[in-house]
């Protein structure tokens, strides 16, 4: 079956800190990836998602970024933190983009402080 | 406007109600997601539909299309199935297809 990682769980971190959130799907290959945030009292937000290795694309303009440096591996990244990074970010995972079901991670809850 | 309104946004009701909840949508989709949001954050995804009725155990859910609306029921209800309640569009943006989301409800279930 398959299982989806994210961690840490929960990250307090100061403004102008990096970041690092990692995700990894396991059962399952090339995946497409998704990256979400939901910052307090809003929906979802999508800010990335990737359907190959290498492929990334953008939502939304932001200081942060991601990578796929393998199949099921999904890194969401900033150089420096903003206040405004603080959320709950979800990784997810789909076989495919069409009628195809997304499956969500535990989530890692980002205090920026 | 948002392109997924959910309605209510909370909802409180007593063990064993039936309980309700809207979504309206105004675009084109290709399916309908129902998410379910527990209070540690972590989602779960109860149904994905693009036409008629699925149920699985006490929950049900509808859409119609011509209507751009779903519902989500809850039968007999319990205060585990307090959470938050997603509604998510899937649409083709930019060639490729992805979700849109909802607010969310919030429901408490009291015992």
């Known amino acids: 079956s398959q299982t989806i990682h994210q961690w840490p769980a929960t990250l307090v971190q100061p403004v102008g800190s990096p970041l690092s959130l990692e995700c990894t799907v396991e059962?399952?290959?090339?995946?497409?990836l998704y990256w979400y945030r939901q910052a307090a009292g809003r929906g979802l937000q999508l800010l990335f998602y990737s359907v190959g290795i290498g492929q990334i694309s953008s939502e939304v303009p932001q200081n942060l970024s991601a990578s796929r440096p393998q199949d099921r591996q999904f890194i969401l990244s900033s150089k420096k933190l903003l206040l405004s990074d603080s959320g709950f970010y979800l990784c997810?995972?789909?076989?495919?983009?069409?009628?195809?079901?997304?499956?969500f991670g535990p989530g890692t809850r980002l205090t920026v402080t | 406007k948002n392109e997924v309104e959910q309605s209510p946004q909370n909802l409180t009701a007593q063990e064993g109600e039936f309980i309700t909840i809207n979504c309206s949508y105004s675009?084109?989709?290709?399916?309908l997601h129902w998410l379910q949001q527990h209070p540690g954050g972590g989602i779960v995804s109860l149904f994905m539909?693009?036409?008629g009725k699925k149920k699985h155990g006490r929950l049900i859910a509808t859409i119609n299309i011509q209507e751009k609306h779903s519902s989500l029921h809850i039968t007999a209800s319990h205060p585990r199935d307090s959470a938050v309640y997603i509604c998510a569009v899937k649409r083709r943006i930019q060639g490729a297809q992805k979700l849109v989301f909802g607010q969310g409800t919030r429901l408490t279930i009291n015992p």
């Open positions: 059962g399952t290959s090339n995946p497409n």
């Open positions: 539909l693009s036409s």
């Open positions: 997810a995972w789909s076989t495919g983009t069409g009628f195809y079901e997304q499956y």
């Open positions: 675009v084109g989709i290709s399916a």
